[in-house]
C-alpha cells in the first residue's frame, strides 16, 4: 500500500515550510512595522518547535543518535545549537550545506516577506 502523501509531508519538507511560509510573514509585519497578532506569534513558535522536534526526531532514529530525557524543554532553549551540531554530528561537511540550505530559507523569506509589502501596499 503505497503512502498518501510519499514524500511531499516529511519532516525536513515541512520544517523548511514552516521556516519560509513565518519568515514571509514575519519579514510582512516588519516591513509594515505592525507587530504580529498574538494568535500568530503563538502558532508560528509552536509549530516550529514541533517540527523541528519532529525532525530531530525521526532524523535520530536514522542514525542512532539519543537524546535527552526532555527534549521539548531542551530544544526550546537550545535549538539554534541542537541543530548544527546534530547536522555536523551526523552528516560531517555536508551538514554545512544543509545549515546553509536553512539560512537561506529563512533570509530569503523574511525578504520576501518585505518585497511582498512593497509590492502590494505601495
Partial sequence: MSKPFPQIFTPAVLLYLCVFVGQVAVG???AGEAEPSPAFS?????GFLWVVGWWLRRDGRRRGVRWVLDMGMFLYL???FIMPYHLLKTRGAKGLLLILAFAGVYVGG???GVVLYTLFVY
Fill in 42 to 46: 503563538l502558532l508560528y513558535a509552536v
Fill in 78 to 80: 537550545a535549538w539554534p
Fill in 28 to 30: 510582512f509585519y516588519g
Fill in 110 to 112: 523574511l525578504a520576501l
